[in-house]
């Protein structure tokens, strides 16, 4: 009998280290997977942000493009009198007033187009009273409007406006064509603007 309840005990403390074994592996993997679950959360709240800043990035992306895709206008004036013009000469206007888009370059007094469609363009000229200016809307090498300015005895200015479809790198500019006596552009007077229809 003593040595039936002897095995038993022997058998139940067994179990129970068995069992305890079993508990301390139990353990150890619940530990583990609680510091993988960790560091699975931490890696998805990193991925989450950096992917609000792309959306953010690519959101203020999107609007400048749009912004900028529906905003080219310009508006120049001459800075100085021009005392002494010579035909076939480009005007440049170098005054800024606006430059929405930065399509109009003052150093070569010629409007780029970068984005294609229906523009209005305007230019004035003035002329104090020593003759004509004869200008001409240039459209790449085609002449597209024409306008007379002038007086010898009293200052004078005229404007004119077209309406022109362009696309990509067509370029518009003002060009003086022809003159009679001895004309003096009168600045404050003399103007180039555009702008592209909405």
Known sequence: ????????????????????????????????????????????????????????????????????????????YLDQPITNPSEENTIKFDKIILNEGDAYDPSTGKF??????????????????????????????DTVGWMITGDTLYATSSTKSAILRLNVSETVYVKISYFESAPTIWEKQTSFCGFLLG
């Not at 004035?124 to 459209?139: F, I, N, P, R």
């Open 112 to 141: 780029t187009c970068k984005t294609a469609g229906v523009y209005v363009f305007i230019w004035s000229m003035g002329e104090v009273a020593h003759g004509d200016v004869y200008t001409q809307l240039k459209k790449g090498g």
């Open 1 to 76: 009998m003593v040595s039936v309840l002897t095995a038993r005990v022997e058998e139940l403390e067994h179990d129970r280290e068995k069992e305890s074994k079993e508990f301390v592996v139990l353990e150890e993997r619940v530990k583990s997977t609680e510091n993988e679950s960790y560091y699975l959360r931490k890696r998805v709240n990193l991925l989450e942000t950096q992917q609000a800043i792309s959306m953010s990035n690519q959101t203020r992306a999107n609007r400048a493009a749009n912004a900028y895709s529906g905003t080219t206008a310009f508006y120049y």
